[in-house]
Nanobody, 122 residues
Framework: QVHLEESGGGLVQAGGSVRLSCAAS????????MAWFRQAPGKEREFVAT????????YYAGSVKGRFTISRDNAKNQMYLQMTSLRPEDTAVYYCNGHNIKNVYLMPGPYWGQGTQVTVSS
């Protein structure tokens, strides 16, 4: 059974930075692509960023490109999202997502973490 657990959320001022982590267990983490999604209050869950199984390929939503960086450490079974130049509109619950494919993806895979709240104050 795949288990994903996010950490690192919190309250940050606009313009600040936060790093989210996702710890994975239950299967060979390094064999599959991963992604981050987020859901703001009253809105649908949306894609943020994705990374291939090797970490060589990444892809970002237009709203975060240039401000967020996705990465992974396969030796530690961890994925990260470095968020900089944060804006109030980045306020959301951020979810770690796992898939059964190796390459980057936009539609979510079947595995979800419980989410971590990021609140950006203006």
């Amino acid at each position: 059974q795949v288990h994903l657990e996010e950490s690192g959320g919190g309250l940050v001022q606009a313009g600040g930075s936060v790093r989210l982590s996702c710890a994975a267990s239950g299967r060979t983490f390094s064999s599959y692509a991963m992604a981050w999604f987020r859901q703001a209050p009253g809105k649908e869950r949306e894609f943020v960023a994705t990374i291939s199984w090797t970490g060589d390929d990444t892809y970002y939503a237009g709203s975060v490109k240039g401000r967020f960086t996705i990465s992974r450490d396969n030796a530690k079974n961890q994925m990260y999202l470095q968020m900089t130049s944060l804006r109030p509109e980045d306020t959301a619950v951020y979810y770690c997502n796992g898939h059964n494919i190796k390459n980057v993806y936009l539609m979510p895979g079947p595995y979800w973490g419980q989410g971590t709240q990021v609140t950006v104050s203006s």
